[in-house]
């Protein structure tokens, strides 16, 4: 079964400043995806940035951008320029193009921006 | 754009009750999926719909729960006799064709149920 790991429960990063939530997953399937989702207060669950696994380019929305490393199976987001917009909770999530295509996701990472 | 709606926004009802959470996926779309995030914790995978029978359910819904789309349109999560830890917000998600086209799943705005 798949798995997927945030270790920093909580990040803080200065406005303007650059920070990078990390995520490992495991999983024996070779073709996958993998996405990085933003949390509000609201509770919403609103897409931040996806990757295909079979992509070797890593992906970039923006501001956004990601790392991700297919043989070590890692896959960091990155927010460069931090706006206090950006305060919320990430959830890294990965989905199977096999089966239910179910989402199997992180505990999240609570991102705090300083003024 | 299209949309998830789900309604209400937020329910409250008393322990043992039936509660109803309402869905209405994307409207070309073909999985649709229930997911539970309890407060503070992580999005959970409840159960998943194609095809107009589930596909696959977690442990976590039990006998007490379960899933209908009644009109081609609404897809519903029921819960029979609600418990204290049913507290939780509720996600509708829904997704298009399976395979290599598919890449990503749309999710609602979510239903925050409280339990009292």
């Not at chain 1, 073709?31 to 990085?36: A, K, S």
């Not at chain 1, 890692?74 to 950006?86: A, C, P, R």
């Not at chain 2, 959470?21 to 779309?29: A, E, M, W």
């Amino acid at each position: 079964a798949q798995t997927v790991t945030q270790s920093q429960p909580e990040m803080s990063v200065q406005e303007a400043e650059t920070v990078t939530l990390s995520c490992t997953y495991d999983t024996s399937e070779s073709d996958y995806y993998l996405f990085w989702y933003k949390q509000p207060p609201s509770r919403q669950m609103i897409l931040v940035i996806r990757q295909e696994a079979y992509k070797q380019q890593n992906a970039t929305e923006n501001r956004f951008s990601v790392n991700f490393q297919k043989a070590a199976k890692s896959f960091s987001l990155k927010i460069s320029d931090s706006q206090l917009g950006d305060a919320a909770m990430y959830f890294c999530a990965y989905r199977s193009p096999l089966g239910t295509y179910k989402y199997i996701f992180g505990t999240g990472t609570r991102l705090k921006v300083l003024a | 754009e299209p949309e998830v709606t789900q309604t209400p926004s937020h329910q409250v009802t008393q322990m043992g009750q039936e509660v109803i959470l309402r869905c209405v996926p994307i409207s070309n779309h073909l999985y649709f999926y229930w997911y539970r995030q309890i407060l503070g914790q992580k999005v959970e995978f409840l159960v998943s719909f194609y095809n107009n029978e589930i596909s696959e359910k977690s442990e976590i819904f039990d006998d007490q729960f379960s899933v209908e789309r009644p009109d081609g349109s609404n897809f519903t999560l029921k819960i029979r006799s609600t418990k204290l830890e049913d507290s939780a917000m509720y996600f509708c998600a829904s997704s298009d064709v399976g395979g290599p086209m598919n890449t990503e799943a749309f999710f609602g705005q979510g239903t925050r149920l409280t339990v009292v």
